[in-house]
């Protein structure tokens, strides 16, 4: 116990000649963070505003899984054991990688949109591509690149882009830098214990943030609901065509044997008795067929139904009053914060390393 006193009065000693140390520089400590509140209000401000559009989608379960209650215990502890019980292979953990696919993301190209105040009109490529807002360090730095892209454009033919005629197997290099630039802007999430679908998205105008939004998740919905009803919309379209086959033969085996029996209604002889028992045959065998697949017909189109999922909007799309981006305050109390460090690390250590090697260098 005696050999630990002085190590701890010793620490005690040390904590406090550091404090006073920065006690004594605390004009400098406060003027490093009066610096860091410009460069934070400067940074803070010259940021362009940006306004996110969220929504909340449950989508409802159409195929029963196996696995049962195991899947929801499963599902409750963050694992998903997949549904082994259906033949949907369109997990909801893929819904993100579909919303960032390129055959996606290339359906936004086009869409008309406007801007908040009602000045811009225009499609949604023309907007990210001419009316972006960066900060002006961003011009600065762009202004190299920008020189030497129009020193190589002198020497090198530009292909026009049509962005009407698109082919996700060839892409242009303005159709390219467009899904680079929306990438990061459209979110999509799925909670794995609710299943329920969170997306958002964030553009510099508050309207075309909301109109993306209704167009990402009308899209989403449509891409869902075509790949659950793919097969039975063919095996419906498989079904209207044999209805319409047998229809067609059971009315005309119907008008065959009326004919028959019209024309020979006086007739009284054994061959005639056998036609029209043929005819009459023919025509009952081409109604069961004909019912049969009237029947099945119906079975198809209550299929298609069934299968076809049910959209609970829990949030809907709606334009946002303020921006989410910058965080103004945030940003200014890190710029302080890093300056009090800096200042406070350089008063510490940094004049006592300058000077030790000044004193090396005088040497």
């Known amino acids: 116990m005696e050999e630990r006193l002085p190590v701890q009065e010793e620490q005690e000693i040390d904590l406090i000649e550091l ?35 969220g929504v909340k989608l449950s989508p409802e379960t159409t195929e029963v899984s196996k696995t049962g209650q195991l899947g929801g215990l499963a599902a409750m502890a963050g694992i998903n054991l997949g549904n082994s019980g259906g033949v949907d292979a369109l997990y909801p953990d893929i819904y993100p990688d579909i919303v960032s696919s390129t055959p996606f993301l290339l359906e936004l190209i086009n869409i008309p949109v406007e801007s908040a105040d009602g000045e811009k009109k225009m499609s949604f490529y023309e907007y990210m591509d001419e009316h972006q807002k960066k900060p002006w360090w961003g ?24 962005n009407d005629s698109i082919d996700p197997f060839h892409l242009t290099e303005d159709q390219e830098l467009f899904i680079k630039g929306i990438k990061e802007k459209i979110v999509v999430s799925v909670d794995k214990k609710s299943g329920v679908i969170t997306s958002s998205v964030t553009m510099q105008d508050p309207l075309i943030s909301a109109t993306v939004m209704n167009v990402v998740l009308e899209n989403l919905q449509n891409y869902i609901t075509d790949y659950r009803t793919r097969k039975a919309k063919h095996d419906l379209a498989f079904s209207e065509k044999l209805f319409k086959e047998a229809k067609e033969s059971y009315f005309s085996a119907q008008k065959a044997y009326a004919r028959y029996v019209d024309e020979n209604h006086n007739v009284i002889s054994a061959r005639f008795k056998t036609e029209e028992e043929r005819l009459r045959n023919e025509m009952t065998l081409t109604y069961g067929v004909y019912n049969q697949m009237a029947q099945q017909l119906e079975m198809d189109k209550i299929k298609v139904q069934k299968v076809t999922p049910v959209y609970t909007v829990i949030e809907p799309a709606k334009v946002a009053i303020k921006a989410a981006k910058p965080n103004k305050p945030m940003i200014l109390i890190g710029f302080v914060f890093l300056s009090i460090i800096i200042s406070v690390g350089y008063v510490l250590f940094g004049e006592t390393l300058l000077n030790e090697l000044k004193n090396i260098k005088d040497k």
């Open 19 to 53: 404090a006073g140390k920065v006690w004594k520089r605390r004009k400098f400590v406060f003027k490093a963070a009066g610096l860091g509140v410009i460069i934070g209000l400067i940074v803070a401000f010259s940021l362009p505003k940006e306004y996110v559009t």
């Open 139 to 162: 011009y600065i730095t762009s202004a190299p690149f920008k020189l030497l892209g129009w020193g190589v454009s002198l020497f090198k033919e530009k292909e026009e882009s049509n």
